[in-house]
C-alpha cells in the first residue's frame, strides 16, 4: 500500500509497502532540492536531489517528485525495509549565498516488519 | 576517503562556560557549514565558511557565537558564555567548491549545558 498527503511528521508502514514522503518548500528561487535521512545520533545523509529545471528523478528505490506550481516536494520508498526507519527531511538551497540549505519539518519514518 | 569529522561528540559545559566545536571538512573540500538541531526539530542553518572568509552568516545569533575556518586547521564554533538554550546538536557539513552542491554531514556534536 501507500501513504500519500500532506506533510505529516510520522509516517508508519509495513515492510515492503511504498512510502511517499511530502514536503512543502517556501523558496521559489530555490534551484535545487534534496532529501536527507537521519538516523539517531547521526548526522543527516544525502539520499536524492533534483533541481528545479526537473520534475522528476530516480535513484535505487527512491524517487524524488518536484512540483513547482504548489511548490511542492516528495520522496517516494519503493519496498520499504525496517533499515529506512528514519527521519527524512526536504532541504532547499538559500541563504545569502544562495548555497546553504535550508532544512524543512522532518517525517519519522517507521517501518514494522 | 575519511568522512567528515567533528569532535568532541559530546561536550559538557556549565553556564557561563565557553564550547569549542570542531568540524574538519573532508579531504579536497574548502567550504563548511554549520547548522544547530534542537530535540524533535530539523537542522538550522548557522553559518557558511570558506578558508579564512565567512561567506553567509545570516544564521548566527548576535551575540556569543563566532565561528572561523583558517587556512590551516579545522573550522570552529565558539559559543561564549553558554546558556541552557544552547543545549543542542551542531552539525558541521561540508562541500567542493561551488558549482558542486552536493553536502556532506558530520556526525554532530552534542552540547549540554547545566
Not at chain 2, 40 to 53: A, D, P, T, W
Request: charged share 20%; net charge positive.
Amino acid at each position: 500500500g501507500e501513504s500519500v498527503g500532506l506533510h505529516l511528521p510520522t509516517l508508519s508502514v509495513q515492510e515492503g509497502d511504498n512510502s511517499i514522503i511530502n514536503c512543502a518548500y517556501s523558496n521559489s528561487a530555490s534551484d535545487y532540492f534534496i532529501w536527507y535521512k537521519q538516523e539517531s545520533g547521526k548526522g543527516p545523509q544525502f539520499i536524492i536531489d533534483i533541481r528545479s529545471n526537473m520534475d522528476k528523478r530516480q535513484g535505487q528505490r527512491v524517487t524524488v517528485l518536484l512540483n513547482k506550481t504548489v511548490k511542492h516536494l516528495s520522496l517516494q520508498i519503493a519496498a520499504t525495509q525496517p533499515g529506512d526507519s528514519a527521519v527524512y527531511f526536504c532541504a532547499e538551497t538559500g541563504g545569502q549565498a544562495g548555497t546553504a540549505l535550508i532544512f524543512g519539518k522532518g517525517t519519522t519514518l517507521s517501518v514494522s516488519s | 576517503n575519511a568522512g567528515v569529522m567533528q569532535n568532541p561528540r559530546h561536550l559538557v559545559r556549565r553556564r557561563g562556560q565557553e564550547a569549542r566545536l570542531r568540524c574538519s571538512p573532508m579531504k579536497g573540500h574548502s567550504h563548511v557549514y554549520w547548522y544547530r538541531q534542537l530535540p524533535e526539530e530539523g537542522l538550522k542553518f548557522m553559518v557558511y565558511l570558506q578558508k579564512e572568509n565567512i561567506i553567509d552568516e545570516s544564521g548566527m545569533p548576535k551575540e556569543r557565537f563566532s565561528a572561523e575556518f583558517p587556512k590551516e586547521g579545522p573550522s570552529i564554533l565558539r559559543i561564549q558564555q553558554v546558556v541552557r538554550g544552547d543545549s543542542a546538536a551542531y552539525f558541521c557539513a561540508s562541500s567542493p567548491p561551488p558549482p558542486s552542491t552536493r553536502v556532506f554531514f558530520g556526525s554532530g556534536t552534542q552540547l549540554s549545558v547545566l
